[in-house]
Each structure stands twice: as C-alpha cells, then as structure tokens.
C-alpha cells in the first residue's frame, strides 16, 4: 500500500501557511504587503492538450521573490543539502529530486514575469513533517533564470509535439530516478 499521510500533510501545512499569511499585521511582517498567495498564473497553452496554469506558493511582489513550499522528511532533507553542499555526491535520486523542484519552480517564476509579476529571486523552503528543531526548516535559494524556464518550457511543448505524432512514451530516454506515470496521456 502506499503511503499517503506525506501528502496529507504536505496540504495540512500549505493551508495553515496560506491562512496565517492571511491574518498576519502587515505593520508586523511589510514584506507581505501585496504577497500573492496561491494566486493562479498562467503557464502557455500546447495544442491539442489546453492550458497549463499553476498556483505558486507565494510571491513577495516587492521583494521580487518566489517561495515554494516543500514538505518533507529530515533524512530526505539532508541528502538532498549534501547534494547541495557538494554537487558531486553520487546521490542521483537527490540531484533529480532537486532538478524538479528547481524547474518547477523556475516555470512558475516565468511565469509570475510573463504576467507582469516581476520575480528575480527563489526559495524552496523545506518543512520537515518529523522535525523537532526549527533546524528542521531551512531553504535553498537561486536566482531565477528565463533561459532555463524557456528551455523547460520548449522541452514540454517538443514532448508534447513529438507524442502528438505518434511517438511511444517508452522509446524515450529517462532518469534512472523517473518513475512512470500512472496517469495515462
């Protein structure tokens, strides 16, 4: 069976930040001001599949910066800052699990610019669901790149394009850590 209190509480917590965030003093915490909090955006359209939208966790308009929130464990948190601190680690599941988020991330931060939202800076902040210290949270934050954002967005659109003629999903090369979706196309 799999394990779904994870995801459970992953929502728990995104919900509990976005209605904090609602009810914080702005004369308190001014960088608020303005925050959009779970706000769709828009992402682009690939023909014959609609539109791809998104919700970011939270832009600091006047900080120009993007946060995402990611729930998680401390053993996973841990490899995946050792990933960090030393890029050369031999962890592949921690550097994918990373390239994701960072990808995720940089379509939405695309995306926050494209609708005139500007975003320079992002950070993925880490909530460890088994944390006992306010150690247990921590972030990694980068610079956003619209090269990088354009150049995942131009891989979606070819995928896409590619599957729309005819290719099969499984003639396609994939990280050793990518697992197959259950969701057909």
Known sequence: MKYWLGGKIGTATHLLLEETIAKVDLKDFPELDGARVEQKIHLGELEGYGTISSKPDLALVGQKHLIDWKTSTRDKSRKLQRVLDNPDTKDTASQYTLQKYIAQTQLYAW???????????????????????????????????????????????????????????DSLERSADCFKCAIGI
């Open 111 to 169: 995306g926050l610019n494209r609708s005139n939202v500007e975003i320079d800076g992002i950070s993925l902040v880490f909530i460890n669901r088994d944390g006992t210290t306010e150690a247990d949270i921590w972030n990694y934050t980068f610079e956003y790149s619209e090269e990088l954002a354009i150049a995942i967005w131009t891989r979606l659109e070819n995928l896409w394009t590619n599957l729309q003629n005819g290719l099969e999903l």
